[in-house]
């Protein structure tokens, strides 16, 4: 067959121009109307096609019989003999449970590398063999397999994947099925159209499929291919003979694109407002037309449209993971996968959850929820089952916690579809008038979808719930949910459906790199290399498609009708964004000018914030002194790291809520194994104990018990790690207590309460141990669980050396002068414990000492205060004295802005890492600037 090339221009929109031209080519019939039946038009997507078809209305009434129009890969389903061999053909998410199998069979025969067998769960297997199959789709391409690729690169992995694939393809003809690759093989031996087909019409299809090319060159009837193309005569050369874009040529193409067309945004936040308040501002007899380059764009367009009531239909469809569904599949996945109190807790406020609670508790589930918060900030249960052990009262909590586990129960048994879909149509109940289209469509395509895995579950290895739930997920994120347009709309469409758009109005949306063109996606298979050397789609011939389409559309619209195109330097989430290469073609001259237009700097909503000095500030009320009578030793260091945060904490009980989770956050974490080091100290006959093993069997059944009595025996996988952490760190402890005991060292306290007079206030300490190591000389001994602080020693951890010439932060009182040097203070604890335990007067050689808690068996994780240095703890009180004096001053402003606290959550999100700009200074009387 060959092909013939028309070039329709742009003086119309394209799909007019395709209705005009086709119906040149027919006639009116007998009965007065066009035949147009006997025709096949190509177009490039679905949508393509309804535009078409409104556009033959458009021009000829109801007083025509429409031709056939589809996509080019759609030749091979209109085959007359597609389906002759009663073969099936794998959906993709059949496609990928051949994949996983065909995985699992290779590591049994042992025909795979140690790259797959060190990989053997689902989500491994899943991951790879989604990759398996896009690579398929790709090299079908040119008619390549996998196997062919060892002849492409030579590599035993290539060689592996060819052995792979073999088992792949076996395992699917045994079970009645047939790859769609070898189909479309089998039919490309002898293509044909469907009776009566007289005439082929590639309309705007820049880049088909290679393998609908084969099919039509290889046709016998018809003998031409008329290609309309949506460009003027004069650029005829500008395409080969089948009406593809000549990538040298366009490559080198200027576009008349002038800079009042191009707006460019800090952010898309910014972007989409001046998007939405342009299109409530448009004449509402002006057609127009918003194209979506971004696909990231659409949740956030849509969300806006809907704030300010613009009516709009999205012809591209409705993503399934925007959709309320899935969300829902994705929490019930991983609960499944581990029911711990994170996952509990997100999943039972889901929507649907919630719907299905009213229904079977009536009208219960707002009583549920507010339960739900009193009962995990008063425990941490770990797993559902620990939830429901140490349920309060309530039988209707009990009750909600009870139905949730037989639900969970059902989901992993064998009958969890019928269990699935049970509750999915119980909880959308009271739905179906809200979502009316969308529950149709997705309850069908849910439905589907579970038939296509269940038919496969005899065979399937992995045929769980959860295996389920994961490749459902993945199919959710490929398919779209097109619903019906109704009424005339602001019209939503991707960057390929522009093409056939017939708006006098365009706005192109997320006009970036990466997304016009395309970006091509690589993987462990086809790499950028091996995509070369199989001469694959490439990013040029991408981009030479969307030179055509930008530059018909550009041609069209700033001569009848306006285009704009907006564009962001970054996104949504803050990501850096680019502008597209396609902005860039333009005549040299210009290039420097547009270059500096497109990366201009610009103020950003969704970067960095400018300062709020000088507008308006928190006025902290201050109303009363504070007058403590007792302070912490943590307390003092609070006030060493920062006034402000010390008065935050201490005065105004400023606290960060710290929700449970199903593991120990650091404090969690430092508190238990303190305890189980305690107990440990406390137990008169096990500190005498010099043999490592006999001091780390104490110490881990002591663990379990603590675990046991706080998260009960069934545990999350966190929990269970941790435990292990902690176990490695009390093994490595019994070494250093053993060599410690048996060089003479004895534990002679434990967790020592104390309590100091100071400047008339009371100052209280507790210390981790006190050993006695002989000739009346004592060591202090504090644990440290954090790795932050191996490398110092205690020294440098409570003192450090103020730079000259670098400014000193708050507060003033923590500097002095010592050997010719200006010091500051940052820790209290050690100087405090040394008079703590000078005042019990257990020696009069006192040392200190901190102990990290360490994985390492060595001796030298015990860190001691030189004596060298001695003089600084004895020193240490006239600094106390003076914290003291200045917090019973109420000296809390200005506050340490290099404070290590302002630079985590939530004070980061609060102040922005500096309180001085949010709180105003008149809020205060004192100040910690003091001259002494």
């Known amino acids: 067959m ?12 394209f799909p007019l121009l395709v209705a005009e031209w086709i119906t040149s080519q027919s006639s009116k019939n007998s009965f007065g109307f066009f035949d147009l039946s006997d025709s096949l038009v190509i177009v490039p997507t679905t949508l393509s096609g309804k535009m ?10 109801d007083s025509f019989l429409p031709p056939i129009i589809i996509t080019p890969m759609s030749l091979f389903e209109i085959h007359p003999d597609y389906q002759l061999d009663h073969k099936v053909e794998p959906t993709p998410l059949q496609k990928k449970i051949f994949w996983i199998n065909a995985l699992v069979e290779s590591i049994e025969r042992g025909s795979c590398g140690q790259w797959l067998k060190e990989n053997r769960d689902f989500e491994s297997l899943f991951s790879f063999a989604t990759i398996l199959s896009r690579t398929q789709e790709e090299l079908a391409e040119k008619s390549l397999v996998l196997k062919d690729l060892a002849a492409f690169v030579e590599d035993n992995f290539f060689e592996e994947i060819g052995v792979l694939e073999s088992i792949y393809f076996e ?5 009645g099925f047939i790859d769609p690759f070898w189909r479309k093989q089998e039919l490309l031996k002898n293509p044909k159209l469907p009776p009566k087909i007289e005439k082929v019409v590639i309309a705007g299809c820049l880049d088909p499929h290679p393998l609908a090319l084969q099919f039509l060159e290889k046709l016998k009837e018809p003998s031409t291919v008329d290609v309309l193309l949506p460009v003027t005569e004069k650029y005829s050369h500008y395409f080969d003979a089948k009406g593809r874009p000549l990538e040298s040529l366009w490559q080198e193409t200027v576009l008349a694109l002038p800079e009042q067309f191009i707006h460019l945004y800090a952010d898309e936040t910014a972007m989409v407002e001046e998007i939405i308040e342009l299109v409530a501002n448009v004449n509402s007899n002006e057609a127009t037309t918003v194209g979506i380059c971004r696909n990231h764009l659409t949740e956030l367009l849509t969300f806006q449209l809907k704030q300010k009531c613009i009516p709009f239909f999205n012809f591209s469809g409705l993503s399934y993971v925007d959709s309320p569904f899935f969300d829902f599949f994705f929490l019930l996945k991983e609960i499944l996968k581990e029911p711990s109190l994170a996952t509990i807790t997100k999943f039972v406020r889901n929507p649907l959850f919630y719907a299905w609670l009213q229904m079977k508790q009536q009208d219960q589930a707002d009583a549920f929820l507010g339960n739900l918060d009193a009962f995990v900030n008063a425990y941490i249960p770990s797993t559902l089952s620990d939830f429901i052990e140490r349920n309060p009262s309530e039988d209707s909590f009990k009750e909600a916690f009870l139905l949730l586990n037989d639900f969970l129960v059902k989901l992993k048994s064998k009958h969890w579809p019928k269990a699935l879909l049970g509750f999915f149509s119980e909880a959308l109940e009271n739905f179906s008038s809200l979502l009316e289209e969308q529950l149709e469509k997705f309850s069908a395509f849910l439905v589907g979808s579970l038939n296509q895995f269940n038919r496969l579950a005899p065979f399937n290895i992995f045929s769980s719930c959860e295996a389920f739930l994961s490749l459902f997920l993945e199919a959710m994120k490929e398919a779209r949910l097109f619903l019906t347009e109704e009424g005339e709309k602001l019209e939503l469409k991707g960057w390929l459906e522009l093409l056939y758009d017939d708006a006098s109005y365009l706005i192109l949306a997320g006009f970036q790199e990466g997304d016009i063109p395309k970006a091509l996606e690589s993987n462990c298979i086809l790499t950028e290399k091996v995509r070369k050397q199989l001469g694959l789609t490439t990013i040029e011939s991408r981009l030479s498609r969307d030179m055509v389409i930008l530059h018909s559309l550009v041609e069209r619209l700033s001569k009848r009708g306006r285009i704009d195109i907006f564009l962001s330097k970054t996104s949504h989430e803050g990501e850096n964004l680019l502008p597209s290469r396609l902005l860039f073609k333009v005549d040299k001259k210009e290039l420097a000018a547009r270059t500096a237009l497109l990366f201009t700097t610009l103020p950003s909503k969704t970067g960095p914030k400018p300062k709020t000095k000088g507008c308006f ?11 403590p009578e007792s302070l912490s030793v943590s307390a003092l260091n609070d006030y060493l790291n920062c006034p402000f945060y010390f008065y935050l904490k201490h005065k105004m009980h400023w606290q960060p809520v710290t929700l449970p989770k199903g593991e120990m956050n650091e404090s969690v974490f430092g508190s238990l194994i303190h305890k189980v080091l305690g107990d440990f100290g406390k137990n008169t ?25 706080r998260f009960g025996k069934k545990r999350t996988i966190g929990f269970q790690l941790q435990q292990k952490a902690l176990a490695e760190r009390l093994k490595a402890f019994s070494f250093f207590q053993a060599d410690w005991r048996n060089q003479g060292a004895e534990i002679i306290d434990v967790e020592k309460e104390f309590e100091l007079q100071i400047e008339g ?24 669980t954090l790795s932050t602080g191996i490398k110092k020693n205690p020294f440098n951890s409570h003192l450090c050396i103020s730079r000259e010439g670098k400014e000193e932060q708050p507060p003033a009182e923590a500097y002095f002068f010592s050997g010719g040097k200006r010091w500051r203070w940052v820790n209290f604890q050690l100087p405090i414990y040394y008079y703590g335990v000078q005042s019990m007067g257990l020696g009069k050689n006192i040392g200190a000492a901190f102990y990290f808690l360490s994985r390492v068996k060595e001796n030298s994780r015990l860190k001691v205060w030189e004596e060298d240095n001695s003089n600084f703890l004895e020193e240490s009180i006239v600094a106390i004295r003076r914290i003291i004096r200045a917090i019973k001053e109420n000296k809390f402003w200005p506050p340490n802005p290099k404070a290590v606290v302002w630079q985590y959550a939530p004070w980061d999100f609060w102040f922005e890492k500096n309180p001085e700009e949010v709180f105003a200074a008149s809020s205060f009387a004192g100040s910690t600037k003091t001259d002494f």
């Not at 060959?2 to 929109?13: I, N, S, V, Y």
């Open 2 to 13: 060959d092909f013939e090339c028309h070039f329709l221009g742009w003086q119309d929109p």
């Open 685 to 709: 006959e096990a500190r005498g104990w010099n043999d490592p093993d006999q001091i780390y069997s104490f110490l881990e059944s002591q663990l379990e018990a603590e675990f046991t009595e």
């Open 171 to 175: 395992t699917m003809d045994r079970l």
């Open 761 to 784: 206030l009371t100052i209280r300490g507790r210390i981790d141990r006190i050993d006695y190591l002989g000739d009346d000389k004592v060591m202090i001994i504090d644990y440290k």
């Open 617 to 627: 500030q928190l006025q902290i009320p201050f109303e009363e002194p504070f007058s």
């Open 52 to 61: 078409l078809h409104r556009a033959l209305k458009m021009r000829l009434g």
